[in-house]
């Protein structure tokens, strides 16, 4: 209860993020009612403690905010480019990006690394997870065979630099999708814990 009143940004992103995978894994798709919102609230924020307000509620300015937002963005934008997932999981990680670089700012602190490489760090473990849950689904779906297909295709467009976006959208149907909101949640929140502890 002392972290969460003491950390409540944390929280309130944490849970922010626990709800946008709820809706991905239910809808297939993270709305925007929820991720313009989560960017927003970042920003401002930020805002505040640039000016000086709410220093309890941590040390990022606007500018770290909005730098760490835009890693989020870099970190994803290539693979939602190639189909690999839907614009709402951009969103959900600039939405987490704003929040971070607002609270722990861009300069590594005794107990963090910095804004950024928080998101970076949180996005690896969330590609090892999204990778492990991609694995459970291929084998127990028994559908290896069209997913390397699907991944030899993809990567065909990428070396002949063909249009990779149109080619996904024809793929997309015999493709099985991944809410990938999911993995990007347990990245960041258990990257969240293993700083702070539970």
């Known amino acids: 209860m002392q972290f969460i009143l003491g950390h409540w940004p944390l929280a309130f992103v944490c849970v922010a993020m626990i709800v946008s995978a709820v809706i991905d894994g239910?809808?297939?798709?993270?709305?925007?009612?929820?991720?313009?919102?989560?960017?927003?609230?970042?920003?401002?924020?930020?805002?505040?403690?640039?000016?000086?307000?709410?220093?309890?509620?941590?040390?990022?300015?606007?500018?770290?905010?909005?730098?760490?937002?835009?890693?989020?963005?870099?970190?994803?934008?290539?693979?939602?480019?190639?189909?690999g997932?839907?614009?709402?999981?951009?969103?959900?990680?600039?939405?987490?990006?704003?929040w971070i670089g607002a609270f722990y700012g861009l300069a590594p602190g005794d107990e963090h690394p910095g804004g950024a490489w928080i998101i970076v760090y949180a996005f690896c473990l969330a590609v090892v997870i999204g990778g492990v849950i991609a694995l459970g689904m291929i084998f127990f779906r028994g559908q290896l065979r069209t997913n390397l297909a699907n991944a030899r295709e993809i990567l065909g467009d990428l070396l002949r630099a063909k249009s990779v976006t149109t080619n996904?959208?024809?793929?997309?149907?015999?493709?099985?999708?991944?809410?990938?909101?999911?993995?990007?949640?347990?990245?960041?929140?258990?990257?969240?814990?293993?700083?702070?502890?539970?």
């Open 26 to 83: 239910w809808k297939l798709k993270v709305p925007n009612w929820l991720t313009y919102p989560i960017i927003l609230s970042g920003w401002a924020l930020g805002l505040v403690h640039t000016f000086g307000l709410a220093e309890s509620t941590g040390e990022g300015g606007i500018g770290a905010s909005l730098i760490c937002t835009a890693v989020g963005f870099a970190l994803l934008f290539p693979v939602y480019s190639i189909g």
């Open 85 to 98: 997932m839907g614009a709402g999981d951009v969103k959900m990680q600039m939405g987490f990006g704003a």
């Open 168 to 198: 996904a959208a024809a793929r997309k149907s015999r493709m099985h999708l991944l809410p990938y909101g999911i993995p990007l949640c347990l990245g960041f929140v258990s990257y969240l814990i293993y700083l702070h502890g539970v």
